[in-house]
């Protein structure tokens, strides 16, 4: 884990297996949040569920093909930012554009990560 700084986790003195097990439990955790996030729209907004479901149906061939060509961790850690950023303009006290890009965002990462 350290080892592109240069460093290894036991000249830090952590044991390796702690540091693997740590970043499974972090792994765990965000996927997770994802299957909250799901729920918790579902219950609060079904309109704005269902529009995210219609980005999702849009967006899933191409994010499919995209999975093809690319690494399938990046494209994994791509669609867990845009999770991040649709929490975030879903939570955003503002204008009702801002909840509808997050529906839009919210979608699209459904699309990169269960597409």
Known sequence: MFT???ISA??????EGAVEATALIVTV?????????SAFASRSAKSMASASN?????TAYSCGRLADLMNHRRLLAWGLLLLIAADLALAWDGHWS??????VLWG?????TQG
Do not use: E, K, P, Q
């Open 98 to 103: 801002i909840a509808w890009l997050g529906v």
């Open 10 to 15: 036991a000249a830090m003195g952590f044991n």
């Open 4 to 6: 592109a700084l240069g």
């Open 108 to 112: 699209l990462h459904l699309a990169m």
């Open 29 to 37: 955790s965000a996927g997770a949040l994802a299957r909250s996030t």
């Open 54 to 58: 219609g980005v999702y149906a849009l």
